[in-house]
């Protein structure tokens, strides 16, 4: 007999991976993006995009689980399809993924590495009625006057949602769309009869409106209040003409009332008061509307704000006034002495009248601080006005009020600053004020500036006489070359040359690292630096006549070691001269004189430069050639003109150097002096030109240690030149140990500060035959017959009569002749 059959198994049930959601439901026939960042869902995502699978999306029930299990999921969510992925640096996931099938999730399979679970599928639920039809006509009015309150959504969005005839496609987009909470959509999202779903949507999409109406009448509200707020201003014009016509006080005459009060405080001199009266008057005339009224306005302002007869009472106290300059600046002792002279007089006459002070140095050696402590130890206000780039003769005298927008100028302006009329007013960079065709403020400064003119000083926007001879003005400026003959003739020059290295050193113990540490947030005890450390950070790693480079050199470092502190707070940092270039990096400055000047034909010459005393090399070749001289570097025609005297002296001794007759006819003379893109100007260079001329000529190196200074002539003779001390000091700072000075110039030497004249050889010479032997090693040239007779104790023959006898040569010629 045939066996029976055997049943056949139940098919097993579909299983799909499940993507947890954390605030997103996601619904049928509608697409969400999605941040996919932890490691289950990219695996699921890359595995479902991989094989072309479908996922499924459930809401997380509380959405701050790290790890969610099973249980932590709402059983019911969508099926959704993965449109697109993009894959982010970071290692997460952008998906676009499409909704198209409700499910509800039996039996969790698996759940690692991503969550598996069986499902089954939920259709929507729709019982046709008219109540269904009414409900879908109902919720897509209330969804389109929601719209219509939301300006920003857009109208494509309207348009959509009347088009749409299945009620279930229609619920779905207004849940999406809506402003909803998650567990609101998720209870929408379950709910599988349309009709109920509706009746829900219906209910919340009420709220949502009566909120949006609330809304929207609180601004028509707002709206009204200023339509409200315009009405009264309106109102209120029409009530002020009502009260001028009765005679009543209006806000315009208030102000009138309140400025013609300001005048009679301000206390003006009887040509101001005149005009401030007359101004006022006019404003009283002019109608607030008027363009005119706001500029009387300002013009009546600036006169009651200056300091008409205010000022501060001087306290010339002369030890104090010391005390304070000691205090706050270290060495200066002539500018010191100055300064207290000044005051001292002030004293005596009761009142300080004088000179106009100028303060002219390198940059970082204390010009302007010098203002604040005179202003200190005399106990009036400071005032600093900066003049460096004014091309505007307006920006000193100011504009006048026929232009728009006219101001005074910047010195009324600071008077008004300052409050008093008897300031200390610093105009800074004196030096750098230009000139175009809007005029030449140095020709404005001159009035400024002169203690007989400024009694009656004129702005152009005041038109009145301001009395400034009461105001302690103090200039400043790197250099007065570009200062006009009449300016500085008004103004008592006093130089600041540079620090030394001693007076650098003190200038940093006394005062850079106490500011410094205070600036960085640093105690003492957290960070030191020694004697040996200071030094090198001066010597190789600042090259300046001031102390400013250096300040920021130690601004560094601290900054350096604060940010050590913040990772180790017990660290105690000791500067050392072998640790510095942890801090600021490698030595940018040498003393390469005596590489530089290793060759034949190379001396160095001293120059002074806006910003202090510097070296410079002079480098010369001689080579087959028609007799030229060549000259190249960027020379003035004054260095040009010393090259030619010092080619011509040389020349005329070819016989004592040695040389044929027709040597400097076959030979090209070529005098370079590098740094080309630098002009370079001046007599002072004439001795180092012709040193180095004869280097070459004589075949002798010069001696690097060895640094000069003079102006030549035809006969042989080293004239004087300026700036000793900066050259001197610059001299030192590059490493030099020996200098050649006119003699001269000896006058000079008290100038310079001891310790230097103790460290360097300072010789004073009279003919370029003296340069040559300390230069050269050897007396080249014999002296001329000049310098002979004043080496013969001043003994040069005489005639009977008492008148000097001319030298041999001389009648010689004479006869020739």
């Not at 019911?76 to 992925?85: A, N, P, S």
């Not at 779903?197 to 209910?203: I, S």
């Not at 405080?265 to 101004?279: F, G, L």
Request: hydrophobic share 40%; with cysteine; proline share 6%.
């Amino acid at each position: 007999m045939p066996s029976p059959k055997s049943p056949r198994p139940a098919a097993a049930a579909p299983s799909i991976g499940i993507l947890p959601l954390q605030d997103a439901v996601l619904f049928p026939n509608l697409a969400i993006p999605l941040a996919v960042v932890k490691k289950p869902g990219i695996a699921l995502v890359e595995e479902a995009l991989r094989e072309g699978k479908s996922i499924g999306l459930c809401l997380l029930r509380d959405r701050e689980i790290e790890n969610p299990a099973p249980e932590d999921l709402h059983r019911i969510g969508t099926i959704g399809v993965i449109q697109k992925m993009l894959k982010v640096p970071d290692g997460t996931l952008r998906c676009i993924v499409a909704g198209q099938q409700v499910f509800r999730a039996e039996q969790f399979t698996q759940e690692q590495p991503y969550m598996v679970a069986t499902y089954t599928e939920l259709p929507d639920i729709i019982v046709e009625s008219e109540e269904l039809v009414a409900m879908q006509r109902n919720l897509s009015g209330l969804f389109a006057k929601l719209l219509s309150y939301l300006p920003q959504a857009p109208r494509e969005l309207e348009m959509e949602a009347q088009n749409i005839t299945d009620p279930t496609a229609l619920s779905y987009l207004v849940a999406s769309t809506m402003r909803l909470d998650t567990p609101d959509r998720q209870a929408l999202l379950e709910e599988r009869d349309t009709g109920k779903r509706m009746r829900k949507l219906t209910m919340l999409l009420t709220k949502e409106l009566e909120v949006v109406e609330l809304g929207h009448k609180i601004q028509s509200d707002i709206q009204r209040e200023m339509e409200k707020n315009q009405r009264e201003f309106y109102l209120r014009q029409q009530l002020r003409a009502i009260q001028e016509e009765l005679g009543e006080v209006d806000p315009q005459q208030a102000e009138t009332n309140e400025l013609r009060t300001k005048i009679d405080e301000a206390k003006m001199p009887e040509e101001a008061r005149k005009t401030a009266d007359r101004e006022l008057d006019r404003l009283s005339r002019v109608p607030q509307a008027s363009p005119e009224y706001s500029v009387i306005r300002t013009y009546l302002d600036w006169l009651v704000q200056l300091p008409w007869e205010v000022q501060t009472t001087d306290h010339i106290d002369i030890e104090k006034a010391r005390e304070i300059l000691d205090e706050d600046h270290y060495d200066l002792d002539k500018i010191k002495d100055r300064i207290v002279e000044y005051l001292a007089v002030g004293k005596l006459k009761k009142r300080l009248t004088g000179p106009i002070l100028c303060f002219v140095g390198p940059p970082g050696v204390g010009k302007t601080s010098l203002g604040h402590s005179i202003a200190r130890a005399m106990g009036r206000k400071f005032v600093r006005i900066s003049v460096g780039g004014v091309r505007d003769e307006a920006e000193i005298r100011g504009h006048r009020r026929t232009y728009i927008g006219a101001m005074p100028g910047t010195i009324v302006r600071s008077m008004r600053d300052a409050g008093t009329k008897n300031p200390v007013m610093m105009i800074d960079e004196i030096d750098k004020v230009g000139a175009d065709f809007r005029g030449d403020p140095q020709s404005a400064l001159l009035e400024v500036l002169d203690p007989e003119q400024n009694v009656n000083f004129r702005d152009h926007y005041l038109d009145l006489p301001f009395d400034l001879s009461h105001v302690l003005f103090i200039c400043t400026a790197n250099s007065l070359e570009t200062v006009s003959p009449a300016l500085r003739d008004r103004m008592e020059i006093i130089q600041l040359s540079g620090y030394t290295e001693l007076e650098k050193m003190q200038i940093a113990k006394r005062y850079l690292l106490k500011k410094q540490r205070a600036a960085n947030g640093l105690r003492e005890s957290q960070v030191h630096i020694g004697d040996a450390a200071l030094r090198a950070i001066i010597t190789e790693y600042t090259r300046e006549a001031g102390v400013r480079n250096l300040e920021r050199q130690i601004g560094t470092i601290f900054r350096k070691v604060a940010r050590k502190i913040v990772s180790e707070p017990q660290l105690r940092a000791r500067i050392k001269p072998q640790s510095i270039n942890e801090y600021l990096g490698k030595q940018p400055f040498f003393n390469e004189a005596r590489r530089r000047v290793a060759s034949i034909g190379v001396a160095t010459g001293m120059v002074v430069t806006p910003f202090g005393g510097d070296i410079i090399f002079i480098e010369t070749q001689a080579m087959p050639g028609a007799g030229k001289l060549v000259l190249t570097g960027q020379l003035g025609d004054v260095m040009k003109e010393s090259a030619q005297a010092a080619v011509s002296f040389l020349r005329s001794r070819s016989a004592e150097l040695g040389l044929p007759e027709e040597y400097f006819a076959k030979h090209d003379v070529h005098v370079h002096v590098p740094a080309g893109a630098t002009p370079k100007e001046g007599p002072s260079a004439g001795i180092a030109l012709v040193t180095s001329i004869a280097s070459v000529l004589m075949g002798i190196k010069v001696d690097p240690s060895v640094a000069m200074t003079g102006e030549i002539t035809l006969t042989g003779q080293v004239l004087p030149i300026g700036g000793l001390k900066e050259k001197v000091l610059g001299a030192r700072r590059a490493g030099i140990t020996k200098v050649l000075f006119p003699k001269r110039n000896e006058v000079d030497l008290d100038d310079i500060p001891k310790e230097v004249r103790d460290a360097m050889e300072l010789h004073p010479v009279e003919q370029l035959s003296e340069v040559f032997e300390f230069a050269l090693g050897k007396r080249i040239i014999a002296p001329t017959v000049f310098e002979t007779g004043r080496r013969a104790n001043n003994v040069v023959p005489m005639h009977r009569n008492g008148a000097m006898k001319r030298p041999r040569i001389h009648r010689q010629r004479k006869a020739r002749r």
